[in-house]
């Protein structure tokens, strides 16, 4: 059976249960507008101007919880689990990440001297 409120708002996936989420997988990034004719217009346009999300009406038993506030929808949560780079890239990258964190702490010793 149905739980009330299906009907009007089903889960894109199962269509069995209600959809209380929306999945959050960025789909377009957004770095917003650098020219704009006045102010008011840089303001609107950026007020919404955050990331793209696919927004696909999920229920909690077909979203997949990625961390705070983050759910994606089945398809979404395939390529997330793909966007990871495989081990000795991944290795790299977290070298890199060790490099510029090492760096960020030695430009804070700088401003304290
Ligand atoms: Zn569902
Ligand atoms: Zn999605």
Do not use: W
């Given at each position: 059976?149905?739980?009330?409120?299906?009907?009007?708002?089903?889960?894109?996936?199962?269509?069995?249960?209600?959809?209380?989420?929306?999945?959050?997988?960025?789909?377009k990034y957004s770095n917003g507008i650098i020219f704009a004719r006045s102010w008011k217009q840089f303001q609107e346009a950026n007020a919404?101007?955050?990331?793209?999300?696919?927004?696909?009406?999920?229920?909690?038993?077909?979203?997949?919880?990625?961390?705070?506030?983050?759910?994606?929808?089945?398809?979404?949560?395939?390529?997330?689990?793909?966007?990871?780079?495989?081990?000795?890239?991944?290795?790299?990258?977290?070298?890199?990440?060790?490099?510029?964190?090492?760096?960020?702490?030695?430009?804070?010793?700088?401003?304290?001297?």
């Open positions: 059976m149905n739980e009330p409120g299906v009907f009007e708002n089903p889960c894109s996936i199962c269509g069995v249960k209600k959809a209380t989420l929306l999945c959050d997988y960025v789909i919404t101007g955050h990331n793209e999300t696919c927004d696909l009406p999920i229920c909690p038993d077909c979203s997949k919880n990625v961390g705070h506030h983050a759910d994606m929808c089945p398809h979404h949560y395939k390529l997330h689990l793909q966007a990871k780079l495989p081990g000795d890239l991944e290795i790299k990258r977290l070298r890199q990440k060790a490099k510029i964190i090492e760096g960020g702490i030695h430009d804070a010793r700088y401003l304290h001297r």
